[in-house]
């Protein structure tokens, strides 16, 4: 199984990314993003269940939306009003429906003017 994930980078404040990671193997019953900004735990953004709604962080809720397609096996995050704060490394991940986890190399999003 792998997890490759794309579309970081350097945004403005307000701005906007979409991640990307893409999965090869099974379809998981989840998928997801951490993230982890320096000095600071690892922390869950969002996920998503197959065929159903996508959960978020009380501090990406409203401006972040987790999507799936089982179809290409990937999984998204739409990230809009970006702020500072959410500068860090994101990782998207997956849990399979026999409880194994998986983890994507980071992809690292910087938001600063």
């Known amino acids: 199984v792998q997890l490759q994930a794309s579309g970081g980078g350097l945004v403005q404040p307000g701005g906007s990314l979409r991640l990307s990671c893409a999965a090869s193997?099974?379809?998981?019953?989840?998928m997801g993003w951490y993230r982890q900004a320096p000095g600071k735990q690892r922390e869950l953004v969002a996920s998503?269940?197959?065929?159903?709604?996508?959960n978020y962080a009380d501090a990406v809720k409203g401006r972040f939306t987790i999507s799936r397609d089982n179809a290409k096996n990937t999984v998204y995050l739409q990230m809009n009003s970006l702020e500072p704060e959410d500068t860090a490394v994101y990782y998207c991940?997956?849990?399979?429906?026999?409880?194994?986890?998986?983890w994507g190399q980071g992809t690292q999003v910087t938001v600063s003017s």
């Open positions: 998503i269940r197959s065929g159903g709604a996508g």
């Open positions: 193997g099974s379809i998981f019953r989840y």
């Open positions: 991940w997956a849990a399979a429906y026999n409880g194994d986890y998986y």
